[in-house]
């Protein structure tokens, strides 16, 4: 069963720092895209950014981009986030999750596998 374990979220003031781990487990987790999703409350589940199997092309939403690293280890099973200069409107839960049909690799309908999420909170 795939399994999906978020971490390293927390609350910064603006212009702060995390990094925010997942830890995979129950599938072949390099042969697959990986995304991080944000939803804050009342607003629509986004993507944030989103790496191929191997790791050698990342895609991010205009939002984050120059500012979060998206990031894999496959020995590791483990996908990252670095969120670099965050800002008040970063605040939300983030979720990992495991792209399982083709299309967009920012559109969360084509993931099927995610996390619980970790709440990042940045203050101003």
């Known amino acids: 069963q795939v399994q999906l374990v978020e971490s390293g979220g927390g609350s910064v003031q603006a212009g702060g720092s995390l990094r925010l781990s997942c830890a995979a487990s129950?599938?072949?987790?390099?042969?697959?895209?990986m995304g991080w999703f944000r939803q804050a409350p009342g607003k629509e589940r986004e993507g944030v950014a989103a790496?191929?199997?191997?790791?050698?092309?990342?895609i991010y939403a205009d939002s984050v981009k120059s500012r979060f690293t998206i990031s894999r280890d496959n020995a590791k099973n483990t996908l990252y986030l670095q969120m670099n200069s965050l800002k008040p409107e970063d605040t939300a839960m983030y979720y990992c999750?495991?792209?399982?049909?083709?299309?967009?690799?920012?559109?969360?309908?084509?993931?099927?596998?995610w996390g619980q999420g970790t709440q990042v909170t940045v203050s101003s």
């Open positions: 999750a495991v792209k399982t049909i083709g299309g967009s690799p920012l559109n969360p309908r084509n993931y099927g596998y």
């Open positions: 129950g599938y072949t987790y390099s042969r697959n895209y």
């Open positions: 790496i191929n199997p191997s790791g050698g092309s990342t």
